[in-house]
C-alpha cells in the first residue's frame, strides 16, 4: 500500500513562495505518476501538476504554467511544488497524488494524501 504524506504548507504574502513536499512509501517513485491538486473552499478539486513516472514529462495548469515547477528526488522518495509568486487565488488544501505507473488526472488517482493548507494573504 503506498502512503504519501504533504508538508510545506503554511501562510504567506501574496508573491512569496512556498515549496511543498511529498513523501511515498510502499511503493518507488519511479513506478508512480505523482501529481499535485488543489481544493479551494467551495470548490471543487483542480489539478495543479504532474510528473511522469520515468520523470520524462511534466506538465501544469495554465494559471501556475512558469510560477510553480514540480520536481522529484529518487534518493527521498520523494515529490516536491516548488510555488513562486503566489495569488490569493492559491489559497487551497493542496493535495499530493500517485497513480501506478501513470499520470493521475482528477478522475483517475490510485493514492491520495491528507493533503497541506496553503494560504496567500493579500
Known amino acids: 500500500q503506498v502512503q504519501l504524506e504533504e508538508s510545506g504548507g503554511g501562510l504567506v504574502q501574496a508573491g512569496g513562495s512556498l515549496t511543498l513536499s511529498c513523501v511515498a512509501s510502499?511503493?518507488?517513485?519511479?513506478?508512480?505518476?505523482m501529481g499535485w491538486f488543489r481544493q479551494a473552499p467551495g470548490k471543487a478539486r483542480e489539478f495543479v501538476a504532474v510528473?511522469?513516472?520515468?520523470?520524462?514529462?511534466?506538465d501544469y495548469e495554465d494559471s501556475v504554467k512558469g510560477r510553480f515547477t514540480i520536481s522529484r528526488d529518487t534518493a527521498k522518495n520523494t515529490v516536491y511544488l516548488q510555488m513562486n509568486s503566489l495569488a490569493p487565488e492559491g489559497t487551497a488544501l493542496y493535495y499530493c497524488?500517485?497513480?501506478?505507473?501513470?499520470?493521475?488526472?482528477?478522475?483517475?488517482?490510485?493514492?491520495w494524501g491528507q493533503g497541506t493548507q496553503v494560504t496567500v494573504s493579500s
Open positions: 497524488a500517485a497513480r501506478q505507473r501513470s499520470t493521475p488526472t482528477k478522475t483517475n488517482v490510485d493514492y
Open positions: 510502499g511503493r518507488s517513485i519511479t513506478q508512480l505518476g
Open positions: 510528473i511522469r513516472f520515468d520523470g520524462r514529462e511534466t
